[in-house]
C-alpha cells in the first residue's frame, strides 16, 4: 500500500480537504496530512464545503510536519509551501500550487475544493497506473 501525506502551512483547510478526498475515493493506498504551523482546528468553512460533495472532516486534527514523516509516506504533496516546508526530500515531494481559501469567501472555498478534488482524482489515476506498469514488469 502507498501511502500520501498532503501538507500546507496551516493544515487547517488544503491539506485537510485533500486527505478527506483522497481517503474516499481509493481504499487502496492510504493519505494523512500536517502543517509547518498547524493550527488548533480544521477550519470550519472547510468542513462545510466538504460536507456539501457528502466527505466529513469533522474528525480530522491538525498537526505538525516533522522529518520523521520523510520515511513514512511514500509520495509527499506540498500545497503553495513548498518553500516553506524545507523538511520534505524533493525526490517524493509534488508541489501543488493550490490557493488558500483561509478568511476567503466561500465560493472561493469551492473552487479550492473542486480544485483538489480534481488533483487528488489525477494523483490517484496516476498511482493506478504505475502499480498496474510495476506489476507488468515484475
Known sequence: M?????????NSCRSQMAKGFFNTFTS?????????KPEDHVDST?????????????????KLLTSDMNNKFDIIVTMGCVNGCPLTPRQKTLEWEIEDPK???LGTYREVRNTIRNYVEKLI?????R????????
Open 2 to 10: 502507498k501511502t500520501v501525506l498532503f501538507v500546507c502551512i496551516g
Open 28 to 36: 487502496s493506498e492510504a493519505a494523512d496530512s500536517a502543517g509547518m
Open 46 to 62: 472547510a468542513i462545510q464545503v466538504m460536507k456539501e460533495v457528502d466527505i466529513d472532516i469533522t474528525g480530522y486534527t491538525p
Open 103 to 105: 478568511g476567503k469567501s
Open 125 to 129: 489515476m496516476e498511482m493506478k497506473e
Open 131 to 138: 502499480t498496474h506498469a510495476e506489476g507488468k514488469s515484475a
